[in-house]
């Protein structure tokens, strides 16, 4: 990510996780890299996608959202936040007290079941952001069970309704 974002002077790459406090964790790395995630994958995600399995830990750094918005982000811009966390979305909204009140979209990943032990799933999910003032304004279907062709997971975009 870094070699790439060097192409652009508008990107800055940051080497942490985000979640619901500063601290370490260790996250485990899958094998197909985009399914890596803090939480313990459940045997339902690996069979639905085998190259899934995870072939590795690491250490990393966690911050929340409140402790790094003001280095990061200038509310004087219109803020869209993508949470793409492996079942960790929830502690990513948990870290952000501050800064939700001045996001003006969110787009996060929602499980319809669960691929990770202990996430909080679409109801949980939506019910968190709509407390915050955020409404609903896209579902975008997202991974499916190749096998029964059941949707897994939607992308759900909400606008904050300031």
């Known amino acids: 990510l870094r070699k790439h974002a060097a192409r652009d002077p508008r990107w800055v790459v940051n080497n942490f996780a985000l ?7 260790d996250i485990h790395i899958a094998g197909n890299s985009f399914s890596s995630s803090f939480l313990d994958m459940l045997s339902s995600h690996i069979d639905s ?4 399995s995870y072939v590795g830990s690491e250490t990393t750094c966690v911050k ?32 952000a ?3 939700l009140e001045l996001i003006g979209m969110i787009q996060l990943e929602m499980s319809l079941v669960p691929p990770y032990d202990g996430q909080a799933l679409f109801d ?7 407390e915050k003032g955020y409404r609903p304004v ?19 975009i909400y606008h904050h309704m300031m």
Do not use: M, R, W
Request: charged share 30%; proline share 4%; hydrophobic share 30%.
């Open 19 to 25: 979640g619901d406090e500063d601290g370490t964790a």
């Open 49 to 52: 996608a085998p190259d899934s």
């Open 64 to 95: 929340t959202l409140d402790s790094v918005i003001d280095s990061c982000c200038s509310f004087e811009n219109n803020i869209y936040l993508k949470i793409d966390t492996q079942g960790f979305e929830h502690k990513v909204i948990k870290g």
């Open 97 to 99: 007290e501050k800064p």
């Open 124 to 130: 949980d999910l939506h019910s968190l952001l709509t």
């Open 138 to 156: 896209s579902l975008e279907p997202g991974f499916a069970d190749k096998e029964s062709g059941s949707l897994l997971q939607v992308d759900g």
